[in-house]
């Protein structure tokens, strides 16, 4: 066998990476550098779920998307592109197919939410001349990550009286922040260096610094918690029993940065999982008439375990397709609802970590996903045995691997990590129970559940690239 002969065979058999940056010509280069700032605009006003919610609902509207809510008593054959919020925190958007809706839907299911910091429900008190606020911190977070950084508040506090008044403190340059302090190194010794990094840092004293000035003379008692909450309530008129009625999150009050001298790549918060939410959203809104429904979903809860009412275990999604059952004219039965479910197909929009490269001893490199090499497809999560997974069908994967060979999709493939190191869940098993085919599929990134997490433009445009084929797939 000669060298040329070789040279065909290896390039026939063997399964080839390809660097995102190398196939896209010019022009595509330039296109995803533009789509990656409007993307980074969408992290910087959607830093909690809510805020998200609000961002994807306005981006549907301009789109021509209604309220479906608004049709709930009547059939309509003229609108074929409607929306549903639920709690202020969980959205759906669709686009009514060619095709009865019984004969399933091409659908997208990502979260909204991330890790942070939630106020408690009594969180102001004082201590050592200081105003402070106590966190629980929400999702799976490394707590030293969180201190000795600034901090914004973003919440919705519902008043006695029913008001609600919204809050946002620390993204304008102007105003303040807040922040959890550390303990410095000349004393860490005795007091950290001897213990587990699970046991230095403790949840309980993610306490967040709210001020200095006390209201009132020295002989008053609890003058500096006073100082705080008469801020709070001049500038916004509540009073210290409005927090058990509040949803603050305190979030890192940094932007969204472009990363490297060549910026191809982008550092933010939340991008775990609002890269996936952007880029499904801004997939479905660019499908024009599918043959089967586009659907995108974008859920809370998911990193706490997808669990209430604005999480993939809900019954969200079965109310949603009723709806679509009944606006379409289609019986709306639960068998028509049951059959809708069982013959739809979903990626579950959520990201891989990419193998760092001071940490790759966690990953097996053959089957590691990296940054720059395209949208990744993740058959199984869970942990040890695919415990908690729920492992899509070599069929499905066959299939969007055909999806996205035939539309020039740069792709790959991951796990989470080695076998024994750990592992993690998405919303893929809950939606599986339905009995659709399920495959997990998104970017993969780098210092995920930081607040700082850092992706890369190409996987990122490839990734809206690899939705937008995969919502005008017809088979």
């Not at 006390?214 to 705080?228: A, I, N, Q, Y």
């Not at 750990?422 to 919303?427: E, F, I, L, P, R």
């Not at 210092?447 to 797939?473: I, N, Q, R």
Request: charged residues 25%; proline residues 3%.
């Amino acid at each position: 066998m000669n060298k040329t002969q070789l040279k065909k065979i290896k390039k026939t058999i063997l399964k080839k990476e390809t660097l995102v940056f190398d196939q896209l010509v010019k022009k595509q280069k330039e296109e995803s550098f533009k789509f990656c700032e409007n993307y980074k605009d969408f992290l910087n006003q959607s830093k909690t779920e809510r805020k998200a919610a609000g961002q994807i609902v306005q981006a549907a509207e301009a789109e021509g998307f209604v309220d479906i809510n608004t049709l709930a008593t009547k059939k309509s054959k003229t609108i074929k592109k409607v929306y549903k919020v639920f709690q202020g925190r969980c959205v759906a958007l669709a686009i009514l197919g060619k095709h009865g809706l019984v004969t399933g839907a091409n659908i997208i299911a990502s979260h909204i939410d991330s890790p942070r910091l939630d106020l408690k429900q009594n969180p102001v008190y004082e201590d050592l001349s200081m105003g402070l606020m106590k966190t629980h911190y929400y999702g799976g977070i490394r707590k030293y990550h969180w201190l000795a950084v600034p901090l914004a508040l973003h919440g919705t506090i519902i008043k006695a009286n029913n008001e609600t008044i919204d809050i946002t403190i620390g993204e304008d340059p102007e105003d303040p922040v807040f922040t959890v302090t550390d303990l410095l190194p000349h004393l860490a010794g005795k007091t950290q260096a001897d213990k587990k990094i699970s046991d230095v840092f403790e949840g309980e004293k993610l306490n967040l610094i709210a001020g200095s000035l006390p209201l009132g003379s020295d002989e008053e008692k609890g003058r500096f918690k006073l100082g705080v909450l008469n801020l709070l309530n001049k500038n916004y008129g509540i009073v210290e029993e409005d927090f058990v009625s509040a949803e603050i999150e305190a979030v890192p009050a940094e932007k969204a940065r472009d990363i490297g001298f060549d910026r191809s790549m982008i550092g933010s918060y939340g991008q775990d999982d609002r890269v996936c939410a952007y880029t499904s959203l801004k997939a479905i809104l660019n499908t024009r008439s599918p043959d089967r429904t586009a659907i995108a979903l974008f859920f809370d809860k998911e990193e706490i375990g997808s669990e209430g009412s604005s999480g993939a275990k809900s019954n969200f999604l079965e109310d949603f397709m009723s709806d679509l059952l009944f606006i379409g004219g289609e019986n709306t039965d639960n068998r028509a609802l049951r059959k809708a479910l069982i013959n739809s197909s979903c990626l579950s929009a959520d990201v891989n970590a990419a193998m760092d490269p001071d940490f790759k001893e966690v990953h097996e490199a053959m089957n590691a996903a990296k940054l720059g090499f395209g949208i990744c497809m993740t058959k199984f999560t869970g942990v040890g045995g695919k415990s908690g997974s729920s492992d899509a069908s070599a069929e499905f994967v066959g299939k969007i691997r055909q999806i996205f060979n035939k539309n020039n999709i740069v792709w790959q493939t991951g796990e989470l990590g080695k076998i024994d190191q750990g592992g993690g869940g998405t919303v893929a098993k809950f939606l599986a129970k339905f009995g659709m085919n399920v495959l997990d599929c998104g970017p993969a990134i780098l210092s995920m559940h930081s607040p700082f997490e850092v992706s890369s433009k190409a996987d990122v445009y490839m990734t809206y690239l690899g939705y937008k084929a995969f919502y005008s797939d017809n088979d």
